[in-house]
């Protein structure tokens, strides 16, 4: 049996970062060295995650990790 990778296209729904639970925004910002992200509010964490996201470049054209 092949257990090799195939030409089927994979898709992942993300939901948007306003939706992420403030666990999530927070682990993002620690793993990101953002500066004080335990002491910021909601709005201010999920500013910080668009950034971040924002400021990624693409592996391949198309493809994002």
Excluded at 10 to 32: D, F, T, Y
Excluded at 35 to 45: S, V, W
């Amino acid at each position: 049996m092949d257990v090799g990778m195939n030409d089927q296209t994979v898709i992942v729904s993300i939901p948007p970062v306003e939706e992420w639970p403030l666990k999530q925004l927070k682990s993002v910002c620690r793993h990101n060295k953002i500066k004080g992200y335990t002491k910021m509010d909601r709005e201010q964490l999920v500013q910080h995650v668009k950034e971040i996201i924002k400021s990624m470049k693409p592996i391949k054209e198309g493809e994002w990790i």
